[in-house]
């Protein structure tokens, strides 16, 4: 019976066997224990996320060529590698700065969905289907409606998780439907399979560019790209930082994986690939130039990160409409990079939250005096966001300009440098708020835990390392957009 059980298969599936086990795990955990021993439900999940991540990165790599699994229904490539180990280490990150919020850390259920989502997360990245695809998709997307709204008694936390609910099933119907339509007029959910007829012509352009329509809608809301963005400011205000800062990550990035394998599969005909190309650079130009613009006004931490994340997916679209080698690894390695500033700086408003409760950037005045550990973490963490050297946001920004140059889209590169200056004005003032202002509560200390010292050192020592030993990651990234070519 188990002499029949492709081993090539079981170590390709490997991350979510592993983080299957640890959820039963986590749930056991809650049941057993009570009061503060709970605590130990987020070192519990962040370590056991670790243990997968290294059986992972040693056992579950993939060959030099791509291979189907599971009956076709998931690809095991360098492409869903990378984004599984990146998922991994935001699910561990988002962990440790759970734990030291009460209505978080010692609840069994968070840890669980949290879990769940990124086995949807990886199973999205690896989708060879159709019907997988949309499968992971709403793995991915129910914990989270649910995460979002985990303040049950906070009318911000409600809202957001009610809003996130209804314009994620809106957003997935409409590319259901496009999913629909693919099937109905190719007879097969394999991706692969539609790439070769949509090749050989046995679909016509007009249905390639209606389901592109259509699909383009949900992939526009898991990457919150304008005009899909309306839901992430408030969103991200209502919801619990950490979740927050899961939902700008690790989700958008699961949301890039995604369109990267479909644009270059499903519609990598040079009939199609003119019209998406228009398509991804327009909404590159309108992400990156409202969400900067919005950003700028904004009086909360949280709705100014939400801002500033459209902007970024603005940045990364750049790399997409450069449709080349160089354009998916740039955007490989600027997710990677995007992931770990963006997590270390809902980690920095979730650790100041605890002790003051406010998310209003002019509660920061006097942070570096409060605590300058903190500040310090903050200044590394925003002046990557603005792309400033040599930090890693200044290494990505350089590889999808790069990209857009050398693919002959100087236009939307330039658009992209006066984008990212703009950036740096809103991230230049919040600041100067935490560095020239000054504060009633300058003798109220904001100390750092365990967990956050050592979530936050881990995400700026690899925001610096990025910045300055960028060769091997731009290595990776360049075998992980291969898959793709």
């Known amino acids: 019976m188990f002499s029949s059980i492709d081993p090539v298969m079981i170590r390709a599936l490997i991350p979510e066997i592993g983080l299957a086990v640890l959820a039963l795990i986590v749930l056991a955990y809650d049941l057993v224990w009570r009061g503060e021993a709970k605590r130990g439900l987020g070192w519990l999940a962040a370590g056991g996320i670790a243990v997968v991540f290294f059986l992972t990165i040693t056992f579950s790599r993939p060959g030099e060529e791509s291979v189907q ?25 988002t962990s440790l700065f759970a734990m030291e919020m009460k209505p978080l850390g010692q609840k069994g259920e968070f840890y669980l969905l949290l879990l769940v989502s990124t086995i949807g997360m990886i199973l999205m990245a690896s989708s060879a289907d159709l019907i997988m695809l949309f499968l992971a998709i709403e793995t991915t997307s129910i914990p989270l409606y649910i995460l979002a709204g985990f303040y049950k008694l906070d009318d911000k936390s409600t809202e957001s998780g009610y809003k996130y609910f209804l314009f994620g099933a809106m957003t997935s119907a409409i590319m259901l439907y496009g999913f629909s339509l693919i099937y109905g007029f190719t007879g097969t959910t394999d991706i692969y399979a539609i790439t070769e007829m949509v090749a050989t012509g046995q679909i016509s352009l007009t249905l390639a560019i209606g389901t592109l329509i259509l699909v383009m809608v949900g992939f526009g809301f898991k990457i919150s790209v304008v005009p899909f963005h309306f839901w ?4 991200y205000e209502g919801a619990p930082t950490p979740v927050a800062g899961f939902l700008s990550t690790a989700s958008k990035a699961a949301g890039f994986a995604v369109l990267m394998r479909v644009l270059l599969t499903v519609y990598a005909d040079p009939t199609v690939i003119p019209y998406w190309v228009i398509v991804v650079a327009a909404l590159s130009v309108f992400s990156m130039t409202l969400g900067n ?6 009086k909360n931490i949280k709705r100014l990160l939400a801002y500033s994340s459209i902007a970024h997916a603005g940045y990364a679209l750049i790399g997409v ?3 080349s080698e160089l354009g998916i690894a740039s955007v490989v390695f600027y997710l990677v990079v995007y992931v770990i500033t963006n997590l270390a700086a809902f980690g920095i408003v979730a650790a100041f939250w605890r002790i003051s409760g406010s998310d209003e950037i002019a509660d920061y005045a006097a942070l570096s005096r409060r605590s300058p550990t903190l500040a310090i973490i903050m200044l590394v963490t925003f002046l990557s966001l603005a792309g400033m050297p040599p930090l890693g946001g200044f290494v990505a920004k350089f590889f999808v300009f790069a990209a857009a140059v050398r693919a002959g889209l100087v236009w939307l590169a330039i658009i992209g440098v006066l984008n990212a200056i703009v950036g740096l004005y809103y991230y230049l003032i919040v600041l100067k708020v935490v560095y020239l202002y000054r504060s009633e509560d300058e003798d109220k200390p904001v100390p750092l835990t365990r967990p956050y010292t050592l979530a936050l050192s881990v995400l700026v020592i690899g925001i610096i390392l990025l910045g ?18």
């Open 69 to 93: 699994i599971w009956g076709g229904m998931l690809r095991h490539d360098w492409l869903s590698f990378s984004f599984t180990l990146l998922f991994l280490f935001g699910a561990a990150a």
């Open 232 to 235: 992430a400011p408030d969103v």
């Open 293 to 298: 613009a919005l950003a700028i006004p904004q």
């Open 321 to 323: 409409a450069a449709l």
């Open 468 to 485: 300055t030993l960028f060769g091997p990651w731009a290595e990776w990234s360049a075998r992980a957009a291969s898959a793709l070519f």
